[in-house]
């Protein structure tokens, strides 16, 4: 019984001691270890084994990017305005050695130096500059936390300002200067419509007359030249009937009666006065030598 308590308790101490011993490490995760006080190496993923009571593993570290959203910071612009801006640190662990013995509280230290930063960068520029240059800023800061961190074997990735916040009344009349030019777009949009509605009004007035214009002169064209094909078709037949009459060898008597229809015809219009001749029975004996005539 008692050297199955001792076996029992020898079993017990072994399997401590192997569990004590024996260290996996996971993926994307990295042991550094002490040996008597001093760094001995590190450990990246797979298994390993410390010697008891001599190595320790001093930090747990891990190779992940790391994302820290910062408190908002005071900072003061060129122009004298204070707002609070929060910004957020992506960063990776490059080197767990530096990292654990490069400097006293990592995170906080990259938190500081982020708000100093930033605070150097803002007082550089004015208060619509800083609303305006994000990018800017963003590309400025990475650049300095990368560089300022590299003996703490940290990779500083990417900075994001996440929100900036001015005073009150900065907003208040930010808010106003932005309704104000809303109005005055609108206003331009509004004056610019009204310009080229009146623009287009005109235009399809000067067409309407250019067109009325175009069809009275192709319709008064058309009329003269139907007047003239008329015309030249009444004088076409006067022409054809002088011809046979001309043809037809006429007698003075023929020519005669002729003229006197045309007296007749022209007498007939009340506008129209006829001087009667002296020789009235000359007249009279043409026509009754006409009459002759006409009965033969």
């Given at each position: 019984?008692?050297?199955?308590?001792?076996?029992?308790?020898?079993?017990?101490?072994?399997?401590i001691t192997l569990a004590y011993c024996v260290r996996i490490v996971p993926q994307?995760?990295?042991?550094?270890?002490?040996?008597?006080?001093?760094?001995?190496?590190?450990?990246?993923?797979?298994?390993?084994?410390?010697?008891p009571?001599?190595?320790?593993?001093?930090?747990?570290?891990?190779?992940?990017?790391?994302?820290?959203?910062?408190?908002?910071?005071?900072?003061?612009?060129k122009d004298n305005v204070t707002m609070m801006i929060d910004t957020v640190v992506y960063f990776q662990i490059t080197d767990p050695k530096l990292y654990t013995y490069g400097v006293e509280r990592p995170i906080s230290a990259i938190e500081n130096l982020t708000a100093t930063t930033l605070r150097n960068i803002i007082g550089d520029l004015e208060l619509d500059e800083t609303l305006t240059s994000r990018d800017l800023i963003n590309t400025q800061m990475r650049s300095i936390l990368d560089e300022a961190t590299?003996?703490?074997?940290?990779?500083?990735g990417r900075v994001e300002l996440k929100n900036i916040i001015p005073p009150r009344d900065i907003q208040e009349s930010m808010e106003k200067q932005m309704r104000a030019e809303r109005e005055r777009r609108e206003k331009i949009l509004q004056a610019e419509g009204e310009k080229r509605a009146a623009i287009l009004?005109?235009?399809?007035?000067?067409?309407?007359?250019?067109?009325?214009?175009?069809?009275e002169k192709e319709a008064t064209i058309a009329k003269a030249e139907g007047?003239?094909?008329a015309l030249e078709?009444?004088?076409?037949?006067?022409?054809?009937?002088?011809?046979l009459i001309n043809q037809s060898n006429p007698t003075n008597a023929f020519i005669t009666l002729k003229g006197y229809e045309a007296l007749e015809k022209i007498g007939a219009s009340s506008s129209t006065k006829l001087i009667i001749p002296s020789q009235l029975q000359d007249i009279s004996a043409t026509v009754a030598a006409l009459s002759e005539v006409i009965k033969k």
């Open positions: 019984m008692v050297e199955f308590i001792i076996f029992g308790v020898v079993f017990l101490v072994i399997a994307a995760t990295a042991y550094v270890v002490e040996r008597v006080g001093a760094y001995h190496a590190t450990w990246h993923t797979g298994l390993h084994i410390v010697v009571f001599i190595d320790r593993v001093a930090n747990r570290v891990t190779l992940k990017e790391v994302v820290k959203d910062f408190a908002p910071q005071p900072v003061i612009t590299d003996p703490w074997g940290v990779k500083v009004t005109a235009e399809g007035a000067k067409e309407a007359t250019i067109l009325r214009a175009i069809a007047e003239a094909a078709r009444v004088y076409q037949a006067q022409a054809r009937g002088i011809e």
